[in-house]
C-alpha cells in the first residue's frame, strides 16, 4: 500500500459553509462562540503565517541548556524546540502550532506519528504529533478546532533539573485570534522529559474583563504497527458519543468492550474518563495518565485515510463536550503524562509505581 498521500478529504482547510451549519447543533459548544468576522477577514484568519519573532541563533542564546534544551531549524525551517533527557529520551516541539511533533525512547523508538500529508509552510496545521485543539474541540462556530494549533506560540522559558529538561510556551490573544473569538487569554503550555516519559501542562488564564467559555484536547497521534491490531484498555462501562455518523448529533452508547479496538472508523468521544488509559500499539504498551481533562477522544479515519489509515490512532485527552467557563482573572490547568513499555502486556506503572506519570492517578 503506497503511503505517499492522505486523501484530501481530511487535508483541505475548513469549510467554512459547513461549519456555519453545524453551529446550531452545537449546544455544548455555544458557550464559545464568536459573532462571524466579515467575509474577507474569515478568509484572512483561516491560518496565521507570521513570521517567528526572533532567530533561532537568539532563542538559542536566551533558552539553550547545553545537551538538554536547544533550537533548530526544523521541517521546513519551522523554528522546533528539542528536550533531551539524561535518560536518553528525546522531544521536538515546534513554535507554530504549540506541537509536539516527536517523542522518542532512549533506544530511538517514535511514539507518536507525523501522517505523509503534513505540510510545514504554515498553509496549515501540522498534521500530526501532538496539536491543540483550542478554543474550540468542534464543530463549532470558528474554524474546525480553534486556532492555537495555527498560530506561533512563543518561547517564554526553559530548564533543566536532574537531567529532566522542560520548557513553557506562551500564546496570548491577537488581532488575529480576536477576530475569530473576541476574548483575551494567555494560554501557557509546558513539555518535559522526565526519564523517557513526555508530560504536558496546558494552563489557560482569562486576561481580560469578561467571562469567557472554551473546549479544548490534545488531539495526540500514535503510531500503530497495524490499527487492525492496535487497542485501546480503560474504557470498559463509560458513556461515549458516536460521531461518526454525524458528529452534529452523536448518538449515545456505553462501552462494553474492555479492550476498544478498531475495524472501520471510529470517533468516539468518551464521558467522565479515568485519569489513566493505555494503548497497546503493536509494540508495546503507551500508558496516557492525566488530571483535569475528564474525557478521551478516539479517533481513525480508517479508509478516508487510505494511504495512512493504518499506521496511526489518536487518543486524546480533551474537554470537548462541557466548555470550561473563566471569569476574568481565573485559570484553569490541565496536565498528562506519557511513558512506554515494550512489553505490550506490561503496565508500564505496575513495573514503576513511583514514576511521576504513574502518581498523577489512583483509580
Keep these: 500500500m503506497s503511503t505517499a498521500v492522505c486523501s484530501s478529504a481530511f487535508v483541505a482547510r475548513p469549510n467554512v459553509a459547513a461549519v456555519r451549519r453545524a453551529t446550531a ?4 459548544l455555544r458557550a464559545v462562540a464568536a459573532p462571524r468576522p466579515a467575509r474577507a477577514a474569515r478568509a484572512a484568519v483561516r491560518v496565521q503565517a507570521a513570521a517567528a519573532t526572533a532567530s533561532v541563533d537568539e532563542l538559542n542564546a536566551q533558552f539553550g541548556k547545553a545537551g538538554a534544551v536547544s533550537v533548530k531549524e526544523g521541517r521546513g525551517g519551522l523554528p522546533t524546540v528539542v528536550l533531551q533527557s539524561s535518560a536518553g529520551a528525546t522531544a521536538e516541539i515546534t ?3 504549540g506541537c509536539v511533533l516527536s517523542w522518542k525512547t532512549a533506544a530511538g523508538k517514535e511514539i507518536l506519528y507525523v501522517r505523509p500529508d503534513a505540510l510545514f509552510d504554515k498553509s496549515k496545521p501540522i498534521s500530526g504529533g501532538i496539536p491543540h485543539c483550542f478554543p474550540q474541540f468542534g464543530p463549532g462556530a470558528i474554524q474546525l478546532h480553534g486556532f492555537a494549533r495555527n498560530v506561533d506560540w ?19 490573544d491577537s488581532e488575529y485570534t480576536r477576530a475569530m473569538w473576541p476574548h483575551a487569554f494567555k494560554a501557557e503550555y509546558t513539555v518535559s522529559l522526565e526519564g523517557e516519559a513526555l508530560h504536558t501542562r496546558l494552563k489557560v488564564t482569562n486576561t481580560g474583563d469578561k467571562p469567557f467559555a472554551f473546549t479544548a484536547s490534545l488531539h495526540s497521534y500514535f503510531g500503530v504497527a497495524d490499527v487492525e491490531t492496535a487497542n485501546v484498555r480503560g474504557l470498559q462501562g463509560l458513556e461515549y ?15 462494553l468492550r474492555e479492550l476498544v479496538t478498531f475495524r472501520g472508523p471510529v470517533d468516539s468521544v468518551y ?16 500508558v496516557i495518565a492525566s488530571q483535569q481533562w475528564p ?8 479508509t478516508a485515510m ?10 486524546e485527552n480533551a474537554q470537548a463536550t462541557a466548555p470550561v467557563s473563566l471569569e476574568p482573572g481565573a485559570s484553569w490547568a490541565a496536565t498528562t503524562a506519557m511513558a512506554f513499555a515494550s512489553d505490550p502486556l ?16 489512583d483509580d
Excluded at 512563543?154 to 496570548?172: D, F
Excluded at 464521558?271 to 503507551?286: C, F, I, Q, R, T
Excluded at 474525557?295 to 480508517?302: C, D, I, L, S, Y
Design 306 to 315: 487510505e494511504a495512512c489509515y493504518k499506521e496511526f490512532v489518536c487518543v
Design 241 to 255: 458519543l458516536d460521531r461518526v455518523a454525524d458528529a452534529k448529533h452523536p448518538s449515545v452508547h456505553q462501552e
Design 271 to 286: 464521558k467522565a474518563a479515568p485519569s489513566k488509559v493505555s494503548l497497546d500499539n503493536g509494540a508495546g504498551n503507551v
Design 154 to 172: 512563543s518561547l517564554a522559558g526553559a530548564s533543566e533539573a536532574g537531567g529532566n529538561p522542560a520548557v513553557t510556551l506562551v500564546l496570548t
Design 295 to 302: 474525557e478521551v477522544v478516539v479517533w481513525t479515519p480508517w
Design 25 to 28: 447543533a452545537a449546544a455544548p
Design 346 to 361: 506490561e503496565d508500564f506503572c505496575a513495573g514503576n509505581p513511583e514514576e511521576p506519570e504513574c502518581l498523577v492517578y
Design 95 to 97: 513554535l507554530f502550532g
